[in-house]
Each structure stands twice: as structure tokens, then as C-alpha cells.
């Protein structure tokens, strides 16, 4: 056999793996593997970021609406430790990535080499795996591993790191796809008798509720869920990670959990008597106190990583399995029923949540434009068909309530985390992992700051996604928990902002600005149908709130609707 | 399977006790800083900790010792199973073991002159042993539980000044009749690694 080098080995190795696409940015240690790339542009996009940190959340915008493992490239020192945000994201909201970073050559780890610095340990409690490569033999079984551990079980971000002369030595290259570590088991087997227990439950709760987690996304679970759902007239709430797993206009979908979600999900949870969580982890921005959470409820919790049953609530059942096994187990013997009454109640509290909040909201009570207004819009027009990613703040929190999505893995937030700056780069990366789809980013005016530099690569690459500034002049979400806890206190959160439509004319994006409220349906339509780039900014109410809100450590039953 | 099993909490489980881990692993550089780094995040000490290799080629075993609720203990040790290369990780009470610690006390060898006091605290009362003696200082070696060197240490300290003193972490097999490489055979043949729909 043909010896190759270590570096065309590792392009080798993603090509087996159905690699097409990488987010990347070069530098010193990771050059060989750049210079093997060069001869493999015809099988694989490299796309040329502008930060790593813009590389990274691509990749996770990528996985987020394809489902495959996103890969990205960085080189040692700065490149690696750039990547840090991306990966603890990826690590906190589950979605497999592989990294793959160059390093200094072995003889010189540990020596403070140039652009040496300890990527493993760095990483270490922020991926789900991680391994430095130092011989060029171990790269094809090294790669094979990182993909499966990346996407199988629950999810997660891999870091390899390999060497400088790794990628310059000889291999005979053969891959295998790894199947197996005996170490690591990702699919717990289920338990028959919990599916029965479960089904015990669900059969004679009165008030039972369904939390939709990202579980049932990664699990490609969403028609299971509709059917168990419909079979057993459970009302469906979501929570961040898992909108659009249901569409939002089904007749058992009650709304959006957690601190800025609806209303009657919310209270409903303290009067449900059995809760049915699926594949979620009973985040604090969901429960509240979590000792006045669920108070009459009993608890099935449906989950693939054992270490989430029992960690935050404790539950009566526990079905440790694939989100979609489990509701195909269920389907087969929950009794046909229903809880018209009990859904009807939720409804209620839509009217009221309809006439304290949204009315007002979208129906242009304030001056200037309000968030929600411009959100309900884009929803209306695109028939909530489009991939939303968000950024972290008001906007995010208004998106998330007012876009009514139709269709699964269309929600891509940082959900975990909350990372400011990952919607531009996860939107570009969303748009070329689905690019038949319309794909809107919605970015605060202080978020958008923080990764800006992508606008190059949007321009360079011609990534037709939409941008959407909604721009208070502030950071909004901070402001807003100033002045209703911290007594109006404005500190530092008042932004003298850039001109965002200059400064994309400068990187060549079509660009307009959005003022009044009676330009708002034309100009919404020109910005989704032109075709390509195309940012708007929109001056939106400077200090407004978003509500309901849940105060931070409060129960979710004092959830405030003004 | 017991593998990466879950533990289900009762209602009593927060009270403070001592609890000993034993995790075996694969033999991978950079696995104790990661086991480390669980407790670490949850601001639990380790009070004692020990890695070896085992009768399995390749497989090491960890043993560690805290003191913790068993609700606390219990999500570590779920955070543990989890890592990629962890096989199992095992949490016991202190009469589900067999353990052991070894201690080595240094003391000038003056401490002879006192005669056969020496050797009767030392070999009988304490089951202890002198490993060496030298020119100016005699190594006494015993094994057994913290509590058993301590006393030894507190007894000795009477005779005069201990120059150096160490103790090993804790070792701990579990009384179950177990044997660890039919264990590993049956990881290596469960249908847990690829989902069956
Ligand atoms: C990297 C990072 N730094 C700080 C925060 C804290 N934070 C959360 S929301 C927010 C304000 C965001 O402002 P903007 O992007 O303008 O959005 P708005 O809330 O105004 O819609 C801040 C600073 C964060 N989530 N991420
Ligand atoms: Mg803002």
C-alpha cells in the first residue's frame, strides 16, 4: 500500500466519515493538514471564517438543522483556545461536533513552544470527549472514534488534537468506522417495565402535561410524540431547545415553558398532576424553584444520559432510553383518551396572556416599532416555515415567543450557555447546512457586535442568510432586569452604537433601515424574498420589557404578566 | 447490565457518611485529572484517593474516598459513569468492602533504648512491622484502616519524635463475587452501543 501523510490521512478520515463541509481558520500548527485540504476541495467546502469563534457556532448552526456531525478546524494556541466558547455551547445544548485543532510538535509540548498551549486540559470538562494525536497511525481509528462518540447517545463536542509532526509523518492508511468501545455504551437499553409503570400514569392522570425537550429533535422523535400526544390527549409545552419539535399550531400545543415563556404552561405545571418530560433536564430557567415546581404532579422523566434522571427533579418514573424508543414503547399500550377540559384551561390562559401582553405587543401600541411586532410579522409572512436563530438578550426571548414555527429543527438559540455573538456565525452555518430554506438570524444590537467580523464571510461566500438587527441602543435583557431589581440602576448597558447599515455597505451586504411602523410589511417582504445577504436593521422601543417573566429563583407559579 | 447503571435516590439520602468509590477505567493518561475535575466542580474533597493497574491488562482502578450525602455522591458518580473511557463506577459503603490503608512511620532509632516496649506495642498490640532499621532511624510499616495507623502514630509519638510519617490512599476490593475480566467481557457484548429502532 501507498504510504500518505498524516495530514491528507486525517482529510481521508472525514471524507469516510461523509465530511463535506468544514468552518476553519489556518495558522502554523495545523498548516499540513491545510496544505492536504487544498487537494480535496473538489469533495469538500472549507469555508473560511473570519474568528474561530465564528467557526465554531457555524459548525453548530450546521448540526442544528442537518443533523450531522458539524467539523471545524483551528491551529494551535489562540486558534484552539478561541474555540473554548463554541465547545462548552455545544457541550451544554448537546450537539455533536468534531474539532480538530493542530498542535505544536510532540518533542516541544510542555515546553511553552510557540503557540503551545494545553488544549486538552483546557477542554477537558467542556467536551465530551477529547484526544491528543501524537503518531500518525492513530489518526484513522482516533477520527472514527470521534465521530461516533460525537453523535451517538446524547450528543456532544469532540476535541482531537494532533500534533504538527503527526500530520508530517508516513501512515499506510486503512479506516474502519468504530461500532463500538466497550467503555461506552450510548443507547441504554429499556426497561419494559418502566414503559408499563409509565403508561400506569398516564393512563389515570387527569392533568398530565408533556415537556418537549431538544431530546425529541435529536432523536428524530417528533412524529412519535404528535402520535403519543394525540393518542392520549396530552397537551404539549416546549421548552427553548425544543421548539419546533411541535408545530406551534396543533391543537394540543400549549405554548412555551420557562422565565419568558407563556403563561398557562407555566402556571399549569404547579396544577398538572403528572408531568411527562422528554428528553429535557429540568433547566433552572424552566423550574424556577424547584422546590415549588410540579408541586402535585408525579414525574416521568424520558431521558438518554442516566446523569440527568434525578439531578435537578426527582421523578416517580425513570425511563433511561432514546427519546423515540421510548414513545414507540408507550404508543403500543397508552389507552386512547382525552383532556379537552384540562386544555381548554390552558386556553384561558392564552386570552389572558393574549389581552395583557401580546395584543399590545404586536399591534403597535408603542411609538416606535416593538420587537414582537417585527417578530409576528416575519412569522406571519413566511408562515413560520423559516429557520430561526437567535441571538442572546430580549430578542431572543421575543423570537422564541412570537415565531410560530410549523416545522422541526428550526429553532437554532444558545440555549445553555446563552452565548452573545453565536447567531450570525450559526446562521451562516444553518444556511449552508440547509440551504433550500429560508434562514433569518435575529441579533441584538449588542450581539451582533460581538461576531460582526462574519459579515465578511456571509459577503465572501455569498451565504444568503437574512439579518435581523432588532436595535434598542441597549443591552436590552440586562437593562431590563436593572430596572425591575436593581431599582432602575443603569449600569453600563446603554450602547452608542455604530452605523450597522454602513458598516455593511462596507462588507458589500445589501442593507436597509427600518423606522416606521408603516413601512414595516413592505420592507419585511422585500428583506425575506430578496434573494442573498440581506441585513435590516430595525430601531425597535428602547426600554421595553419582555414579559411574562418568571423572576430569577421564584416559582413558576408567580410568573408576572406586567 | 449494571454498566453505567443509574442509582435512584431515596428520601434519607442526605446524610453524611463515608463513601468509596471504585472506578475502572481504561489505562488513559489524562483520566485522573478528568475524574478530578467532577468533584472539583461540585466543591467535593477527596479525602483518599489511589490509582492501580489491575489483574485485566489495561484496565486501572481508581479508589476514592469521601465523605458526602448520598444524593451529592451519587450525581458524581453518575458524572463519572458518563466519561468516555470510565467502564464502571462503583459506589459502596464502608461494609460493603474489604479495605485497606498502609502507613510507614520514621523514627530515630534511639526509640530501641526503650526496650521491649517497643516491640510489643509495635508487632503484637499492633499487628505493625519494622521494614528497616538503620544507623539512625528504623522504618515501621502497618497496614489496616485510618483509624488503626492513627492510633499507632498516637501511640508511638509518646516514645519520642516521628520523624516522617506517611499514608497511602485507601485500597478496596468489594465482597461481591465478582471477577473483574467477566465483567469486562460482558461491557464488550451488551447491545447498548447502537440503538435498536
Ligand atoms: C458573551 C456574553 N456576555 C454577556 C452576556 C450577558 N447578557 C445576556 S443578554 C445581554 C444583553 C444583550 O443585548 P443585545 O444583544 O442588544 O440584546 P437585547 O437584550 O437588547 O435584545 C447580556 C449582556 C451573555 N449572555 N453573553
Ligand atoms: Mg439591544
Redesign the pocket.
Given at each position: 500500500m501507498k504510504k500518505i501523510l498524516g495530514s491528507e490521512a486525517l482529510i481521508k478520515s472525514l471524507l469516510e466519515e461523509g465530511v463535506d463541509t468544514i468552518f476553519g481558520y489556518p495558522g502554523g500548527a495545523i498548516m499540513p493538514i491545510y496544505d492536504s485540504l487544498y487537494s480535496y476541495q473538489d469533495k469538500i467546502n472549507h469555508i473560511l471564517t473570519r474568528h474561530e469563534q465564528g467557526a465554531i457556532h457555524a459548525a453548530q448552526g450546521y448540526s442544528r438543522v442537518s443533523g450531522k456531525v458539524g467539523v471545524c478546524f483551528a491551529t494551535s494556541g489562540p486558534g484552539a483556545t478561541n474555540l473554548i466558547?463554541g465547545i462548552a455551547d455545544a457541550q451544554i445544548d448537546s450537539t455533536p461536533l468534531v474539532c480538530i485543532t493542530g498542535q505544536v510538535p510532540s518533542q516541544l509540548l510542555g515546553t511553552d513552544a510557540f503557540q503551545e498551549s494545553d488544549v486538552i486540559g483546557i477542554s477537558m470538562p467542556v467536551t465530551k470527549w477529547n484526544y491528543q494525536i501524537t503518531s500518525s497511525d492513530e489518526i484513522g481509528e482516533i477520527i472514527s472514534k470521534a465521530f461516533y462518540i460525537a453523535r451517538s447517545g446524547r450528543p456532544g463536542p469532540v476535541l482531537i488534537d494532533i500534533t504538527k509532526d503527526a500530520q508530517f509523518s508516513e501512515v499506510d492508511f486503512n479506516y474502519k468506522k468504530c461500532e463500538r468501545i466497550r467503555s461506552y455504551h450510548p443507547y441504554p437499553i429499556i426497561n419494559d417495565k418502566k414503559i408499563k409503570k409509565a403508561s400506569k400514569l398516564i393512563n389515570k392522570a387527569k392533568k398530565p402535561l408533556i415537556l418537549v425537550g431538544q431530546g425529541v429533535l435529536l432523536s428524530n422523535a417528533e412524529n412519535e410524540l404528535i402520535k403519543f400526544s394525540e393518542i392520549t390527549g396530552i397537551p404539549l409545552a416546549s421548552t427553548l431547545l425544543g421548539l419546533s419539535a411541535v408545530s406551534c399550531d396543533h391543537k394540543n400545543y400549549v405554548g412555551y415553558l420557562g422565565m419568558h415563556g407563556n403563561y398557562g404552561p407555566n402556571v399549569k405545571t404547579n396544577e398538572a398532576d403528572l408531568i411527562i418530560a422528554i428528553g429535557m433536564r429540568f433547566d433552572d430557567r424552566v423550574t424556577g424553584d424547584t422546590s415549588k415546581y410540579a408541586v402535585n404532579a408525579k414525574i416521568i422523566h424520558i431521558e438518554i444520559d442516566p446523569s440527568e434522571i434525578d439531578k435537578i427533579i426527582k421523578t416517580d418514573v425513570a425511563i433511561n432510553a432514546d427519546a423515540k424508543e421510548a414513545l414507540i414503547g408507550l404508543n403500543k399500550i397508552v389507552q386512547k383518551n382525552s383532556h379537552e377540559e384540562w386544555i381548554n384551561e390552558f386556553r384561558e390562559c392564552d386570552k389572558l396572556e393574549f389581552d395583557k401582553i401580546i395584543n399590545k405587543e404586536i399591534n403597535g401600541f408603542y411609538d416606535k416599532l416593538s420587537?414582537a411586532e417585527v417578530i409576528h410579522k416575519i412569522s406571519e409572512f413566511t408562515q413560520g416555515k423559516s429557520i430561526i436563530v437567535t441571538?442572546?438578550?430580549?430578542?431572543?426571548m421575543?423570537a422564541s415567543r412570537y415565531y410560530k414555527f410549523t416545522e422541526p429543527n428550526s429553532n437554532i438559540t444558545s440555549g445553555g450557555l446563552?452565548?452573545?455573538?453565536f447567531a450570525l456565525p450559526a446562521a451562516m452555518g444553518s444556511k449552508i447546512g440547509n440551504p433550500n430554506r429560508e434562514v433569518i438570524a435575529v441579533?441584538?444590537?449588542?450581539?451582533?457586535q460581538?461576531t460582526i467580523q462574519e459579515l465578511a464571510t456571509i459577503s465572501q461566500y455569498s451565504i444568503g442568510v437574512k439579518i435581523l438587527i432588532?436595535?434598542?441602543n441597549?443591552?436590552?435583557?440586562?437593562?431590563?432586569w436593572q430596572e425591575l431589581f436593581f431599582d432602575n440602576r443603569y449600569s453600563f448597558?446603554e450602547?452608542k452604537n455604530p452605523n450597522f447599515n454602513k458598516i455593511t455597505d462596507g462588507y458589500r451586504i445589501k442593507n436597509k433601515k427600518l423606522e416606521k411602523r408603516e413601512d414595516l410589511d413592505k420592507v419585511i417582504k422585500e428583506f425575506i424574498e430578496f434573494d442573498g445577504p440581506y441585513l435590516l436593521n430595525v430601531i425597535v422601543e428602547k426600554e421595553e420589557n419582555v414579559f411574562p417573566m418568571v423572576p430569577s429563583g421564584e416559582s413558576v407559579s408567580n410568573i408576572r404578566l406586567e | 447490565m449494571k454498566k453505567k447503571g443509574l442509582y435512584q435516590l431515596k428520601k434519607s439520602d442526605n446524610k453524611i457518611k463515608e463513601y468509596t468509590l471504585s472506578v475502572l477505567t481504561e489505562d488513559k493518561a489524562g483520566l485522573l485529572n478528568h475524574i478530578t475535575i467532577i468533584f472539583n466542580r461540585r466543591k467535593m474533597n477527596i479525602n483518599s484517593l489511589n490509582v492501580s493497574t489491575t489483574e485485566v491488562k489495561g484496565v486501572s482502578r481508581f479508589t476514592i474516598v469521601v465523605e458526602s450525602s448520598k444524593e451529592k455522591i451519587i450525581k458524581i458518580v453518575n458524572h463519572i459513569n458518563k466519561l468516555i473511557d470510565v467502564l464502571a463506577a462503583f459506589l459502596y459503603e464502608e461494609d460493603e468492602i474489604y479495605y485497606q490503608e498502609i502507613a510507614l512511620y520514621k523514627l530515630s532509632t534511639k526509640i530501641f533504648l526503650k526496650g521491649d516496649l517497643v516491640e510489643k506495642i509495635i508487632i503484637r498490640k499492633y499487628g505493625a512491622k519494622i521494614l528497616k532499621i538503620e544507623k539512625d532511624h528504623i522504618i515501621i510499616q502497618k497496614t489496616g484502616t485510618k483509624v488503626g495507623t492513627q492510633k499507632l502514630y498516637d501511640e508511638l509519638k509518646k516514645f519520642g519524635e516521628i520523624l516522617e510519617f506517611a499514608r497511602s490512599g485507601r485500597v478496596a476490593l468489594s465482597k461481591k463475587k465478582r471477577k473483574t475480566i467477566n465483567f469486562i467481557k460482558k461491557l464488550e457484548k451488551t447491545k447498548s452501543n447502537k440503538l435498536n429502532i
Open positions: 466558547t420587537m441571538d442572546v438578550g430580549q430578542h431572543q421575543v446563552g452565548t452573545m455573538g441579533i441584538g444590537d449588542g450581539g451582533i460581538m432588532l436595535n434598542n441597549f443591552l436590552g435583557m440586562v437593562r431590563q448597558t450602547m | -
